[in-house]
């Protein structure tokens, strides 16, 4: 039992800023799929396509006003998100890992979302006969763009100042623009260009944060010592909780209560009004952690 908890923690990306429904929930399930799969030749990249045409027809079956089309619906989501753990755990399980492949995996969520908001748009249209609500879709999936991007991002700094292992994965702009340059003409270097695109909203979002890591950078070289680490650590877990609103389990758990309920427009609000307001308020209190460390 110990060797097993052992491989489910080193297939996970850092026990620390997954939440709780990941990891009694999502995770073991991802954990067991990806360890049949190991040596199939089945690989992370075919399980993230797989869950992209998975989670794109979550939208079909929740534009239809019924009770079962909404448990179908429902239930697909929940099977594409497993899957989306099942190819993280695959990669780190088998070293197989790629840029293509990281791209692919934040592009997925987005895809599932889209299809999301156009269902529900395209239902309610069929209801109060006005294609208005395709306006609130696209405010929806804008606002989600943003939110899942700064998400992304704190989550990846807060494990970069566990260890350089845990936070390999994060890279400056500079960094990401040098890797984009040196690569092959190809489909890699064309999606790199996305990731390029990705990475510049999170570095203007975060003015402060760029300052903070400039000046850690300058005093302390690549060995920023634990103390400062522990510190910056301790400080960010405490937005965790809100950081988690915006994550995949933060805003399904209410879509799924909301679609339940059959008034999908509540959904819109949600998204565009309440999420909004806790992205700024992480951001904001983010900042100011930040120029704490300027000082």
């Not at 755990?89 to 890992?97: F, N, P, S, V």
């Not at 999606?191 to 999170?202: E, M, P």
């Not at 965790?240 to 959904?267: K, S």
């Amino acid at each position: 039992m110990g060797e097993q908890n052992k491989a489910y923690e080193a297939s996970l990306k850092s026990i620390e800023t997954e939440n709780k429904l990941d990891r009694v929930f999502y995770r073991p399930i991802g954990f067991r799929i990806a360890r049949l799969l190991v040596n199939t030749g089945i690989t992370p990249n075919m399980i993230t396509i797989i869950s992209i045409f998975v989670g794109a027809a979550v939208g079909y079956f929740f534009h239809v006003n019924h009770i079962l089309y909404t448990v179908i619906g429902i239930l697909l989501l929940i099977f594409a998100n497993i899957l989306d753990c099942v190819d993280g755990q695959l990669a780190r399980m088998t070293g197989i890992k790629s840029a293509i492949g990281r791209i692919l995996d934040g592009v997925a969520g987005d895809i599932w979302f889209a299809s999301i908001y156009i269902g529900f748009a395209y239902r309610l249209m069929l209801l109060y006969d006005t294609p208005w609500f395709f306006v609130l879709a696209v405010l929806s999936g804008l606002s989600h763009l943003i939110q899942a991007n700064i998400t992304d991002y704190y989550k990846t700094l807060h494990l970069f100042f566990i260890s350089k292992e845990k936070g390999s994965e994060f890279q400056s702009l500079q960094q990401i623009k040098a890797k984009h340059k040196e690569m092959k003409p190809g489909i890699n270097k064309f999606f790199y260009i996305l990731y390029i695109g990705y990475s510049y909203l999170q570095v203007k979002a975060t003015p402060n944060l760029q300052k903070m890591l400039g000046h850690l950078s300058r005093k302390y070289g690549e060995d920023i010592p634990e103390s400062v680490r522990k510190d910056f650590r301790v400080r960010s877990s405490a937005l965790m909780p809100y950081i988690d609103l915006l994550t995949f389990n933060g805003r399904t758990v209410v879509m799924f209560m909301i679609v339940l309920t059959g008034y999908v427009w509540a959904y819109f609000l949600y998204e565009i009004i309440l999420l909004n307001i806790v992205l700024v308020f992480v951001v904001n209190r983010h900042e100011k952690i930040c120029a704490r460390f300027l000082k």
